[in-house]
């Protein structure tokens, strides 16, 4: 028996010694010991130049520690050795996707469907780098392809990833017929069958019948699922089936689920069932985890309102209301950008309505109105008709006023002497009193030639240096 210990022991010995270098590097690889395959990796190329199998393996041990870009780097060594390798072009293509680099990604991947169209991982690299860059027809294509490769069975995953194309193209009405396709090929799959329920509670009305009976199939295959029991309770929630709801919720609290989900829509339920006191401590707990939900505030104002705490349910209905109020510099982008792509479009009419909107809603974006006022030259020989003249003499008119009111800076505010003077003094030889103006709303009003001198008064003859122009 000794002998024989001896003899086996001898002889691995022997065949550890007869692997070359080059083997025992991608032993190492295999065994996923990385750390130790890219230190021999080091010694191997600091004694010779490496071969391709080096080169691949130790590209593989970088991968494997997540350093792709040395990873990237031994790769790209070894395609130049073998240009039309397909393993090499893989792990190009793998690596450069892992850099963030898609174009550079799909390049390579494209090489190999080029080489061979049935090519399996490179045909589902590209879909999911399409996925990825938002263009999810494209996805849809291909992975409608791959599911013809396989033709000994249909590939739930394949329709799944279809279901997430059109969920991002916002098809929901496809995106749920692709994700019960692949929901039916695996029933057991907790998270597929949420992805399905909770589209179809988003398209609502009678799929909500659809989404309950899907939440008990799902919870036969996962009875102990509180997410699958958190969707049952949203399908009644969201067809106005409050007692249902809440009776589901109810029972995950009693669980120890306190996800904000739970929380949130376990309290809401209670509250449409009109049991405002037992509403308070869900939503005050789900307040507590999100106090920017205007849904959570409103409901726990409420129901602080209809029982003991009318102060705390005021400053709540206050931050509720706050809430609700547009970002102001979201507001001022859509107008501003709206508002240029019409004047760009040729339609001014509709930008200056636009504009003077945007500065009825705040008074202090005078640049609405100063986008207004260039549309009209300081010149009274500029206007044809009398409808342009007025509509001139209104933008000048508020636009100078607010900003003096404002003592706001008036860039060349000399030069709209020139037609306010000329219109003051035709209105003054032929005996008028008041002036036209249309806004560019279109509601006419008038301007006494008083208050119109008193306006050309204001301003310099002569404007000085930019910077001392203060008004």
């Not at 010779?48 to 041990?61: F, R």
Request: charged share 20%.
């Amino acid at each position: 028996m000794k002998y024989k210990l001896i003899f086996f022991y001898c002889f691995y010995a022997l065949l550890l010694y007869a692997q070359t270098p080059a083997q025992i590097l991608q032993d190492l690889v295999n065994k996923k010991q990385f750390v130790q395959a890219v230190a021999i990796a080091d010694s191997l190329i600091k004694v010779k130049e490496p071969d391709y199998v080096t080169l691949s393996a130790t590209g593989q041990a970088y991968e494997g520690l997540m350093r792709y870009k040395e990873a990237y780097l031994y790769y790209i060594r070894s395609l130049q050795m073998d240009s039309t390798n397909i393993d090499a072009l893989n792990s190009v293509a793998r690596t450069a996707m892992n850099l963030g680099n898609i174009p550079l990604a799909k390049s390579y991947f494209q090489k190999i469907v080029h080489a061979d169209t049935t090519h399996f991982y490179a045909n589902l690299q590209l879909a999911r780098l399409s996925f990825q860059e938002g263009d999810y027809e494209s996805a849809i294509q291909r992975y409608l392809y791959l599911n013809t490769l396989d033709t000994t069975r249909i590939n739930p995953a394949l329709y799944a990833n279809i279901g997430d194309c059109y969920l991002k193209a916002n098809n929901m009405s496809q995106a749920a017929i692709n994700y019960f396709k692949a929901y039916n090929l695996n029933r057991e799959n907790a998270g597929l069958a949420s992805t399905l329920i909770n589209v179809l509670i988003h398209l609502g009305g009678s799929n909500l019948n659809d989404a309950l009976l899907l939440c008990d199939t799902a919870l036969y295959y996962n009875p102990r699922s509180k997410m699958l029991m958190r969707d049952k309770g949203l399908c009644f929630y969201a067809g106005n089936k409050f007692e249902q709801a809440d009776s589901i919720y109810t029972l995950l609290l009693s669980k120890g689920d306190s996800t904000l989900t739970t929380l949130k829509y376990g309290g809401a339920a209670r509250y449409w069932s009109q049991h405002f006191m037992d509403a308070i401590v869900p939503l005050e707990a789900a307040y507590q985890i999100d106090s920017t939900d205007i849904e959570t505030t409103l409901l726990l104002g409420a129901a602080l309102g209809k029982t003991y705490d009318r102060k705390r349910a005021f400053e709540l209905f206050n931050l509720a209301e706050k809430m609700m109020q547009p970002n102001a510099t979201l507001v001022n982008l859509l107008t501003t950008s709206r508002g240029e792509t019409l004047q760009r479009n040729g339609q001014l009419v509709e930008a200056e309505a636009l504009f003077y909107s945007g500065w009825l809603n705040n008074k202090e974006r005078l640049d609405y109105l100063a986008r207004i006022n260039n549309n009209y030259p300081n010149s009274e020989k500029a206007y044809k008709s009398d409808e342009m003249r007025s509509k001139a003499l209104f933008i000048k008119y508020i636009y100078l006023k607010e900003h003096l009111s404002a003592r706001h800076h008036i860039k060349n505010a000399s030069t709209f002497r020139a037609f306010l003077q000329s219109t003051y003094e035709d209105a003054f030889f032929r005996s008028k009193k008041e002036l036209l103006m249309t806004a560019p709303n279109g509601k006419k009003s008038y301007l006494t030639i008083t208050d119109l001198l008193a306006l050309i008064k204001q301003l310099p003859e002569k404007d000085k240096d930019d910077t001392d122009k203060l008004f």
